[in-house]
């Protein structure tokens, strides 16, 4: 069984460009979660789909970040634009379950420099 | 507000030790779920193990067992026969029964020396 796949897995981009990210959840899984990780700390939970619908996005910052997941498959993340502090590693997860405490399986991880 | 601490940065043990990683949390749920995951170097991170906070028997997963404490809100994690294969940063994770709230530690490097 393939597990998420997550595109790229390394971007440089200079600052104010903007960037997107991919990410294809297990086969099956309707939960899908992105977070942002830091160098040296744990994951932070950027947003969580319930197959199409964006059920926590509360710590996403709306000004410049978005995401979608349409047919509720796989997902989009984009940052427009980029700040040097969005350097970070950005993790897709997903679960099978729904509204419930599902294990999460994470993806490789897109890590993002911006110069 | 939920939090997650451990308060171990970074650990090394000698290949075949035991070793006990700290984590404990803050809540004021009843039904929740602790998580410690597994994150090699440049690898992904997966599950080590899983508990329900409603059950009172601790998890255990082949070497991997915790030892949950509810009423003192800890969650530690201890590893026996360690192996270099271990060698990983180490992840506290708390989510609500409802799974809206997901926090994570900011880990314990864990090195296995051989």
């Known amino acids: 069984e393939a597990g998420v796949v997550q595109s790229p897995r390394y971007k440089i981009i200079e600052k104010k460009q903007p960037v997107a990210f991919w990410c294809n959840p297990i086969?099956?899984?309707?939960?899908l979660y992105w977070y942002l990780q830091n160098l040296g700390q744990g994951p932070e939970l950027l947003i969580r789909?319930?197959?199409?619908?964006?059920?926590?996005d509360s710590q996403l910052p709306k000004d410049r970040f978005s995401a979608e997941r349409l047919k509720g498959v796989d997902s989009t993340l984009k940052i427009q634009p980029a700040e040097l502090g969005d350097s970070a590693v950005y993790l897709c997860?997903?679960?099978?379950?729904?509204?419930?405490?599902?294990?999460?399986?994470f993806g490789p991880g897109t890590r993002l420099l911006v110069l | 507000a939920q939090t997650v601490t451990q308060s171990q940065p970074e650990m090394s043990v000698q290949e075949a030790e035991t070793v006990t990683l700290s984590c404990t949390y803050d809540?004021?749920?009843?039904?929740?779920?602790l998580f410690w995951y597994k994150q090699p170097p440049s690898r992904q991170m997966i599950l080590v193990i899983r508990q329900e906070a409603y059950k009172q028997q601790n998890a255990t997963e082949n070497r991997f067992s915790v030892n949950f404490q509810k009423a003192a809100k800890s969650f530690s994690l201890k590893i026996s026969d360690s192996q270099l294969g271990d060698t990983a940063m180490y992840f506290c994770a708390f989510m609500t029964g409802s799974g809206d709230k997901i926090i994570f530690g900011k880990g314990t490097r864990l090195h296995i020396l051989p």
């Open positions: 809540t004021s749920e009843n039904n929740y779920y």
């Open positions: 997860a997903s679960s099978l379950e729904v509204g419930g405490p599902g294990t999460q399986y």
């Open positions: 086969s099956g899984h309707n939960t």
């Open positions: 789909y319930e197959n199409e619908e964006a059920v926590d």
